[in-house]
């Protein structure tokens, strides 16, 4: 059909530009919290919006070409797996610094509520992504549906964090739950290397 490619084209092009204009907004409005907070969990969440905010430019101007390029697409996915090990390595540090003791974190109404909002809207915009990658048969959007969704799943655990804290007082919970997300990004960023789709 001769319609078919520019009218996928044309679908990736808009979820990836809904990406862009969601993140911007994410990721200023997470990392503002996160510093005035001095939470750590807010700032992995800001950290894993500024980077999802890269990749989906990525994956978006990689979509402005021949969708049967395969030069751009193994290099698309290749950064949007470099991506994933960069905020693994984001996550472990801000973790880490926390468990040591360095940050003392404060309630934030504001990051609260970003954080809710993420948790409802990501999962939707990873399963139209994924859907979409399996389309296209393009391994660099599947590696950004991944993100968006990692996004999903570190507005859950930092929520659960911030309540955690606010209620009992208990100011490990967000950084030990933010660990156990790592080796979910470390597969899906090999995933992305390999060129898997899915």
């Not at 979820?15 to 990721?27: G, K, L, P």
């Not at 101007?61 to 797996?81: C, H, K, P, T, V």
């Not at 996550?91 to 509520?113: D, I, Q």
Request: proline residues 4%; charged residues 20%; glycine residues 6%.
């Amino acid at each position: 059909m001769p319609g078919a490619v520019p009218d996928l084209t044309g679908r990736i092009s808009r979820i990836q530009q809904i990406t862009i204009a969601w993140m911007c907004v994410e990721a200023g409005v997470s990392l503002w919290a996160a510093v005035r907070a001095k939470s750590p969990a807010l700032l992995a969440f800001g950290g894993d919006s500024a980077v999802e905010l890269l990749s989906a430019v990525i994956v978006w101007r990689r979509f402005q070409r021949d969708l049967s390029d395969e030069r751009a697409e193994r290099r698309a996915a290749r950064i949007a797996g470099a991506l994933l090990i960069i905020l693994a390595i984001f996550v472990a540090a801000t973790s880490g610094l926390s468990l040591l003791g360095y940050n003392e974190p404060r309630p934030s109404y504001t990051g609260v509520t970003v954080l809710v909002a993420a948790a409802v809207f990501m999962p939707w915009l990873a399963w139209r992504k994924r859907k979409l990658s399996a389309e296209a048969q393009s391994a660099a959007l599947r590696a950004d549906a991944a993100e968006s969704m990692l996004c999903a799943y570190l507005s859950i655990i930092a929520l659960a964090g911030l309540i955690v804290r606010m209620v009992w007082g208990f100011a490990m919970a967000d950084p030990i739950a933010a660990l156990l997300i790592i080796p979910f990004l470390l597969r899906e960023a090999h995933e992305a290397f390999e060129g898997r789709v899915c």
